[in-house]
Structure formats: structure tokens, C-alpha cells
């Protein structure tokens, strides 16, 4: 090989080197993934596969100069100098276009939705030097950050003894997500197509291409969307007994919990260890839950149920916590005379899994959670795409477990 094929064999070399990818050029082999982060014995072999490629494609099939002046002369040089000169720009571009070639526009992961769950996915997946995405959200099943958001204080997540707000927790994580080097885009995914591979994500406002889906988007809690329930959120009224329940606010207080499931059952029990008196508000004539859950209700002398009884609206005293419940009688449509008195009102009945963008393409139970293997817990019906948190975790529902799932 003479000298100035081995100087281009170096210079296609030193051009893979810089844009971090193997030169597709025939036989070579390359090293695919090859990022950035990659190790410096992974760049040296990229180089060196590309270096012996370049110079052997040269060496086998001549040098592009060369091709041309052979034909030239084969053809009696016909050419002119300007068409010769075409033909070098040509091939020069179609050499570059070739060298630089890429597949940056596919992710590792994408994460799709925020709070602990997709924020902590996040953050692992970062230290893991996947260059993670994760769609935050926007709108659709609330505020980027998930239900925390509107929980004014969160007073069972480890690390903070004196408590911390909602909103400051996920901002915490969320930090810490970009410490790690993830992108986020506070954006609504609005579909997804698992029959590709990669795997397409499309926001409002981009589309994507990964090799692998977090699917953290959580579930919403159904609400009564009374009058008054933004004014007295948090402040009386919630839709989670066990993140709330134990408040001193609510320390010996008669509380409400409405529904008549067995979410509302549960909620109604853990709650008796706190309050003074636990008012159950079911709305038909009977309860829905299990004849276990029943009996639990019906045993206990500190919960009184109320049949065809539903919330109205919410009144408050002087300092904007809740008071007091104006009810409704279900049956004759006629409001309630008497304010039921309580220091909280819990809504137990469920949750809506923010699984609607999926356009059922992954197995879902009867209520829309998304079914995971029982194997590791994080496993979809389709392969490379997995789920933590809420979306698909009925019993639990803790910004701790959402994290550690």
C-alpha cells in the first residue's frame, strides 16, 4: 500500500474517531454503541477496526482517485477537467455523508411520566450511563410530578423528619434526575407504537425512537368534584387514608371516607386507629365490597355507615380547613337537614390508570392497570418495555414503593 493510501486510510480513521461511529465501509465489523462515555480501549478498537477497514477497502478496490483515472484512461480521457472535477465533488460528498452516518436518534430508554417512579427510573438510569429521556407530563392525569403535587405535606417519606411539601420532594428528584444527565421534556406522550422495533414515542411536540420503555405515568384518584374540593384539598379533604390518615390534624376527629368498595372498606378501618368515629358514605342501599370487608365494617363500633348518603358540598371554619359535609339523600334526591361534622373527608373510590395513550397494546387488568410478570415485577407483555409505579401497583400506592418499584 503506498504512502498516500495509508495518509487517507488515517484521515477516514481520525473522521471516526471525532463523530464517534464506525464508517460504513465494506467489512467493517465496527463497534456498535459506542457512545461518548464509551471506554478508551472501546474507542481504540472503533479506530483501529476502521483504520484496517479503510486501508484494505483501498488496498482491494483502489483509492477513489484512482478509479476515476483508470476509467479516464480506459475511456481515451475524455473527460474535461470540469467534469472531472464534478466527479470528485461528487464522491467526496457521498464519502461524507457515508462516514457520518448515525444512530443518535434512537435512545437507550425513554421514561414516559414523572413523580418518584419515573423520576427515580431516571436517576438510576442515568448513574447507568443511559442518557435516559423521561416525558414529565403536562396535563393528562395531572401535573408534571404526579399526585404529590397537591400534597401540601409529606410526612412518611424516609429522610425527612420534620416532613416536607409534595411539590419540594419532586422538585429534590427531579434535580437529581438532571444531575445524571437525563433529558426531560415536560410533555404528554400522546401514543406509542410497541409493534416496531425501536420502539415510537410521539409527544405533542416530538417524536422518538428507544430500544426500551419505562412506563411510570401513575394513576389518578377519582374525585366527587364538589364545590369546594380544590378549596379544602389538603386541607380536610384527600384521597389517600394512609398517607394522610395519621395526621395530628386528624387525631382523634371524626372523619368521612366515601365509596362503599373495598378500597373504602380498608380505608375506613386503618382510619379507626387515628379518629375518634369513622363515617363510611355509601351511595346504593348496600355496600360493593367483599363479604370480609363487610363484616370488618359491620363489626366495628367506630364505624358508623351511612346509606344512600353522598357528599353535596364541603364547609370549612375560620382558618380554611373543613369543618363540615352537606349530604344529599340518593334515594329521594333530598339534601341532608343536619351538617355531618368532620374533621376530613377521604375518597375511596379508586383509581383511573393513566394508561389511555397505550391504545391497549400492552395486557391490562379489567380496570386498565398494566399487568407486570410476577417474576420481577417490572415486566410488560412486550418485551423491552416495563412498568414502575402506580400505573400498575393496586394495593400499595406510596411515593416510597412507587420509587422502589
Request: positive net charge.
Amino acid at each position: 500500500m503506498d504512502e498516500a493510501t495509508r495518509r487517507r486510510a488515517r484521515a477516514t480513521a481520525r473522521v471516526c474517531d471525532r463523530t464517534n461511529t464506525h464508517a460504513v465501509l465494506p467489512g467493517c465489523r465496527g463497534t456498535r454503541g459506542v457512545t461518548p462515555s464509551s471506554s478508551s480501549a472501546a474507542a481504540a478498537t472503533t479506530r483501529g477496526c476502521c483504520y484496517r477497514s479503510a486501508a484494505r477497502t483501498m488496498r482491494n478496490h483502489g483509492t477513489p482517485s484512482a478509479r476515476r483515472s483508470s476509467a479516464c484512461e480506459k475511456k481515451g480521457s475524455k473527460y474535461s477537467r470540469e467534469q472531472k472535477q464534478k466527479l470528485r465533488n461528487k464522491m467526496h460528498a457521498t464519502t461524507s455523508d457515508i462516514v457520518t452516518s448515525t444512530d443518535d436518534d434512537v435512545k437507550n430508554v425513554v421514561i414516559i411520566g414523572s413523580g418518584p417512579a419515573g423520576y427515580t427510573a431516571s436517576i438510576y438510569a442515568g448513574r447507568a450511563n443511559l442518557a435516559p429521556v423521561c416525558f414529565e407530563g403536562f396535563q393528562s392525569g395531572g401535573v408534571a410530578g404526579g399526585q404529590l403535587m397537591s400534597t401540601t405535606e409529606v410526612e412518611n417519606f424516609p429522610g425527612f423528619p420534620q416532613g416536607i411539601s409534595g411539590p419540594e420532594l419532586m422538585e429534590r428528584m427531579r434535580q437529581q434526575a438532571l444531575r445524571w444527565g437525563a433529558e426531560l421534556y415536560p410533555e404528554d406522550v400522546v401514543s406509542v407504537d410497541f409493534s416496531k422495533r425501536p420502539f415510537e414515542i410521539k409527544s405533542e411536540d416530538r417524536s422518538m425512537r428507544a430500544n426500551a420503555i419505562i412506563l411510570a405515568t401513575g394513576a389518578t384518584a377519582k374525585r366527587l368534584c364538589i364545590p369546594s374540593e380544590e378549596k379544602f384539598w389538603s386541607k380536610g379533604i384527600s384521597a389517600c387514608a394512609i398517607c394522610d390518615g395519621a395526621s395530628p390534624a386528624f387525631a382523634q376527629k371524626e372523619l368521612a371516607v366515601v365509596g362503599g368498595g373495598d378500597s373504602a372498606c380498608e380505608e375506613a378501618i386503618y382510619l379507626t386507629k387515628y379518629a375518634s368515629k369513622v363515617h363510611l358514605l355509601v351511595r346504593s342501599e348496600e355496600m360493593r365490597a367483599s363479604k370480609a370487608m363487610r363484616d370488618r365494617v359491620l363489626d366495628s363500633s367506630d364505624v358508623i355507615v351511612h346509606y344512600n348518603t353522598s357528599v353535596e358540598d364541603a364547609m370549612g371554619n375560620a382558618q380554611g380547613f373543613l369543618e363540615s359535609l352537606k349530604l344529599i339523600n340518593t334515594k329521594t334526591n333530598e339534601p341532608i337537614p343536619e351538617p355531618l361534622k368532620v374533621a376530613g373527608m377521604f375518597y375511596g373510590i379508586g383509581h383511573r390508570p393513566n394508561t389511555k395513550f397505550l391504545n391497549s397494546q400492552l395486557g391490562t387488568d379489567e380496570d386498565g392497570f398494566i399487568l407486570v410478570s410476577d417474576h420481577d415485577k417490572t415486566s410488560t407483555s412486550v418485551e423491552g418495555v416495563f412498568s414502575a409505579g402506580d400505573v400498575h401497583d393496586k394495593e400499595w400506592r406510596q411515593a416510597i414503593t412507587a420509587a422502589g418499584s
